[in-house]
Nanobody, 125 residues
């Protein structure tokens, strides 16, 4: 069992930066692929970024490539999402998720076994 708690969301002006954190409890964090998703009002949850348990492989949605960076610290059971050059269209609730086996597509919501409660990110223009 893995429990995930996100933090770091908030209100920021366009062009600004935020760093989201996701603290995990449970023994399987270091062997889990970790992902970030987001959901804007009236829209489906969408993939943002993911990282393999080893940290060797990373994945990004085209809309955030070059602006967002995912990282993880297995010693601290924490995964991060550094967001820069934020745009109003990045406004959403951001969710952290854990994928126990990491064998399927990292971009699919259904691939992930555990989810955090989400943290709101609002980017003003």
């Amino acid at each position: 069992q893995v429990q995930l708690v996100e933090s770091g969301g908030g209100l920021v002006q366009a062009g600004g930066s935020l760093r989201l954190s996701c603290a995990a409890s449970g023994r399987t964090f270091s062997s889990s692929r970790m992902g970030w998703f987001r959901q804007a009002p009236g829209k489906e949850r969408e993939f943002v970024s993911a990282m393999a348990y080893s940290g060797r492989s990373t994945y990004y949605a085209d809309s955030v490539k070059g602006r967002f960076t995912i990282s993880r610290d297995n010693a601290k059971n924490t995964v991060y999402l550094q967001m820069s050059s934020l745009k109003p269209e990045d406004t959403a609730v951001y969710y952290c998720a854990a994928d126990r086996d990491g064998l399927g597509s990292p971009t699919k919501v259904t691939q992930y076994d555990y989810w955090g409660q989400g943290t709101q990110v609002t980017v003003s223009s």
